[in-house]
């Protein structure tokens, strides 16, 4: 069974910044559009940016001009490079495909906090 598993997650000053890392088992990437979704306590799971086979890329409008999503197919890895980083953006952070096919990894936790 393919497994995501999301890192790079931690605890940041507010304008500070973040790269996260998302790697799957398997080759299940090149075909899939995939995303970055974020779960606030609380809150409901959104997505916050996609990135299709092409590339073209998508962004909520809260994170737009702040966070970068990427890919490289080999290996199976998707980023998110997040800037000036904002105490809303806290949230558990996991990666899947667009829309979501695969089971949830654990996600990483990211905490913008002084």
């Known amino acids: 069974q393919v497994q995501l598993v999301e890192s790079g997650g931690g605890l940041v000053q507010p304008g500070g910044s973040l790269r996260l890392s998302c790697a799957a088992s398997g080759s299940i990437f090149s075909p899939y559009g995939m995303a970055w979704y974020r779960q606030a306590p609380g809150k409901q799971r959104e997505l916050v940016a996609q990135?299709?086979?092409?590339?073209?890329?998508n962004y909520v409008d809260s994170v737009k001009g702040r966070f970068t999503i990427s890919r490289n197919n080999a290996p199976n890895t998707v980023y998110l490079q997040m800037n000036i980083l904002r105490p809303e953006d806290t949230a558990v952070y996991y990666c899947?495909?667009?829309?979501?096919?695969?089971?949830w990894g654990r996600g990483t936790q990211v905490t913008v906090s002084s």
């Open positions: 899947n495909t667009s829309p979501q096919t695969l089971p």
């Open positions: 990135i299709a086979v092409g590339g073209t890329t």
